[in-house]
């Protein structure tokens, strides 16, 4: 038998053909036999970068949960989505972040981990832009794809775990805010005085609730709910007031209520006071941060416990009542030490504003509303929800007066009121069938009745359709079947009637009558033509004024019609319209500005609350001109005509306001002549007391301020609105006091418009 040896030349070319026949065998996909599957791909650089991109662009857009998504498989084993999502959250807050930008600047592979440099920006509320270049973004290769080997440090240099990032803060002082004169009606670092009482010490109890209204400003039978509250023994706190009025009343509260001779009698303490209560629905009020508005102010740099204004100027000029807060953004060692300091910002002091009302005539027509109401609860007082007047400066459209009765104290929404019951105040604020929290003056919606007339009278002379000899027959009772009237007949206000009249005399005696025949025309001439001249003359649309909330009401048209009733606009639509009457609304404030319009001839002002904001002793950083938003171009003898009429209103001896202010004329022996107009609108069926109004400006020859006044389901317009404009124009100048009529003792009779 031959045996073949392996010479040991043979064995290199054996080992070669072994390595070939493996190669061959992988790279056919098969090893021993098994299929082999695709390797997995080398991730690219570019790949790293998009998924970087990807990052930053949901950290700018606040997309927490893409950003989770894309971070390391052992990063997600650390942090959970709640965890990460919170820890940015917390930052973007402490920085009180309002944007960011991020710029990815270069990108490096170094073996299985991508290196992404890039630059961030903060920009912030109160530090302005935070600057942090040259970031480092490490990613890593897994079966998910690249992905960021995260860290808290990713959210910025230093945030080591267990370090956090905190903002020292440092708050300024609130600005005050003041009349015209520079009286304060809010000052920050005010005193109040609480005034306790216990019923069984007080010898006259109603002489001590009579004291108390006047000094609070409060309805006689709201004191007298709050006494009944309390049993005689127990000591309470009435309210609160300022030391310059308690220091003024100190011996009244000492003879009436007992108050002053105990040392628990009054409470002094520092807090932000609201003077005399006046002016709420205008100046606001400031509240504890809502939860809804946390995550507004703590990135503005608020503190969760920060008091901040809700309503009002309070709420519209926080940005200047409040100043901005400073303060240090730090990261710090879970012992409390420094371990970086970010930014820093110094805090600004609140600034001052100051409103275009009169702080004494502010005063005066709220005492005329307690006063009235008091005097009236025998009659129409019991009826009545509230009302409201507007005081404007003629030549400039200043608001010197807003009153909204009945009101509320706005020292009830500050948590450190003395109040026992000052939560449950507040709730039967918002429960009162008498809506004190409403602003009438400009969110008051109500129907307009004869002073709308002055529009009327505006339109039949301006377009043409009646002139100012024009005379109707002003009979009790007036039928406009033969003109498409639905109604068999319509009753003037004054039954015996008013005989033939011309333009000047039917508006001076409201005549009914000689309006519904206006209407006529006015429907032939356009039947639109009412709707457009209550538009320019303000009533129905914004009047121009962006401090505060408003309603614009609503002038009935076609539209308004076909919406509310389905149905097309037709002749008794005008004929409701022409008188004030039918689904018109309208707010004081509108009414005012067209009274100031008339008077002035024909320059419609935008309404002025705020005069400047500035800081005592300091440059103004706001302030605030007349503005003119329309010139009514209106022939000057139609305004002649309608002031010559609304003068004869108070003066004529069948003028609608004559006898309440002929009395007057003669007590006060003065020059100054009350040009008005009365309205007595329905607001309801059978039964339903009616809206009383009454607009005007004085003095007759040289007009300086429009005064408007509306009462709600009272009586007539020269019964309670009228008495009430005459009140409050003694006060503005400075004459005695008239009596109070006595028909609201004894009862409103049908008297007029």
């Known amino acids: ?96 972040q309002t944007e960011l930008e991020t710029a990815v600047t270069s990108s490096l592979r170094q073996g299985t981990t991508a290196v992404i440099q890039y630059d961030v920006r903060f920009h912030t509320e109160l530090f302005g832009v935070i600057e ?59 005193r109040s005085i609480g005034i306790y009482l216990v019923q069984q010490d007080i010898v006259n109890v109603d002489e001590c609730i009579a004291l108390l209204s006047r000094i609070f400003r409060r309805e006689v039978q709201s004191l007298e709910r709050t006494f009944a509250q309390f049993l005689p023994e127990t000591r309470f706190i009435v309210g609160e007031i300022d030391p310059e009025t308690y220091q003024a009343e100190e011996a009244n509260l000492r003879q009436y209520c007992d108050v002053g001779d105990d040392q628990y009698d009054t409470v002094i303490r520092s807090t932000r006071r609201y003077f005399g209560e006046l002016a709420p629905h205008v100046v606001g009020y400031v509240g504890q941060i809502q939860p809804e508005q946390v995550a507004e102010y703590e990135r503005k740099g608020y503190p969760a416990n920060a008091l901040i204004g809700q309503t009002g100027i309070e709420k519209a000029f926080e940005r200047y009542l409040a100043g901005r807060p400073g303060g240090q953004l730090v990261i710090r060692s879970p012992e409390g030490v420094t371990l970086r300091a970010i930014a820093e910002a110094p805090a600004e002091p609140g600034q001052s504003v100051y409103l275009t009302l009169d702080r004494d005539l502010q005063t005066a027509v709220q005492n005329a509303f307690v006063e009235a109401y008091n005097f009236s609860t025998a009659t129409w007082a019991t009826t009545s929800p509230g009302g409201a007047a507007v005081v404007l400066d003629i030549k400039t459209g200043e608001v010197l007066a807003a009153v909204s009765y009945p009101w509320f104290d706005p020292n009830l929404f500050n948590p450190d009121s003395l109040l026992q019951d000052r939560v449950q105040r507040i709730s039967d604020l918002g429960i009162s069938w008498r809506t004190p929290l409403l602003d009438r003056v400009l969110l008051g919606k109500f129907p307009a009745g004869s002073v709308f007339k002055v529009v009327s009278a505006v339109a039949g002379l301006d377009s043409g359709v009646y002139t100012p000899q024009t005379a109707v027959n002003c009979t009790g009772t007036w039928y406009g079947g033969e003109y498409g009237d639905g109604l068999p007949f319509r009753s003037d206000w004054y039954a015996p009637g008013h005989g033939y009249m011309d333009f000047a005399a039917a ?65 008794s639509d005008m004929l409701n319209l022409v008188i004030g009457q039918g689904p018109i609304q309208i707010t004081p404030m509108q009414m005012a500005r067209a009274t100031v319009a008339i008077a002035n001839g024909g320059t419609l002002y935008k309404p002025l ?33 309608i002031r010559q009429a609304m003068c004869d209103v108070t003066l004529a001896p069948t003028g609608t306001a004559r006898y309440i202010y002929e009395e007057w004329y003669k007590f006060q022996g003065s020059d100054v002549v009350v040009c008005g107009k009365t309205g007595t609108a329905q607001t309801g069926g059978a039964g339903t007391k009616p809206q009383a109004w009454f607009i005007a400006f004085a003095p007759q020859d040289d007009p300086q301020i429009a005064v408007v006044a509306t009462v709600e389901n009272s009586c007539e317009g020269s019964e309670v609105a009228a008495p009430l404009v005459r009140r409050i124009i003694e006060d503005y100048y400075g004459m005695p006091h008239s009596e109070w009529p006595p028909l609201w003792v004894s009862g409103c009779i049908p008297l007029g418009e």
């Open 1 to 96: 038998m031959r045996r073949h040896k392996l010479s040991w030349l043979a064995f290199p070319l054996l080992i070669a053909a072994l390595i070939l026949s493996a190669c061959d065998s992988l790279d056919s996909g098969t090893l021993g036999g098994a299929a082999n599957p695709n390797p997995t791909p080398q991730l690219s650089l570019e790949q790293a970068d998009q998924v970087a991109q990807t990052f930053l662009k949901a950290w700018v857009e606040g997309d927490y949960q893409t950003m989770y998504g894309l971070i390391s498989p052992n990063s997600r084993e650390v942090f959970t989505e709640e965890a990460f999502s919170s820890d940015y959250q917390t930052a973007a807050v402490q920085f009180t």
């Open 507 to 571: 508006l001076t005696n409201s005549c009914n009558v000689y309006f519904w025949q206006l209407g006529v025309s006015l429907q032939s001439y356009d039947p639109e033509s009412l709707t457009n001249y209550a538009y320019k003359m303000g009533l129905g649309v914004p009047t121009g004024q962006d401090v505060l909330p408003e309603e614009v009401g609503q002038i009935p048209n076609r539209e308004l019609i076909f919406r509310l009733e389905a149905r097309q606009w037709n002749i």
């Open 609 to 641: 609350f705020v005069s400047k904001v500035q800081i005592v002793g300091e440059d103004p950083v706001y302030v605030a001109e007349p503005e003119a938003t329309a010139q009514l171009d209106f022939a000057p003898e139609v305004f002649e005509m």
């Open 132 to 190: 942090d270049l040259g970031r480092t973004m490490r990613l890593i290769e897994t079966p998910e794809g690249w992905r960021v080997a995260w860290s808290r440090m990713d959210i910025m240099d230093g945030l080591a775990e267990g370090a956090r990032l905190e903002r020292l803060q440092t708050l300024p002082g609130r600005g005050n805010i003041y009349d015209r004169n520079g009286k304060v009606l809010v000052d920050q670092n005010g």
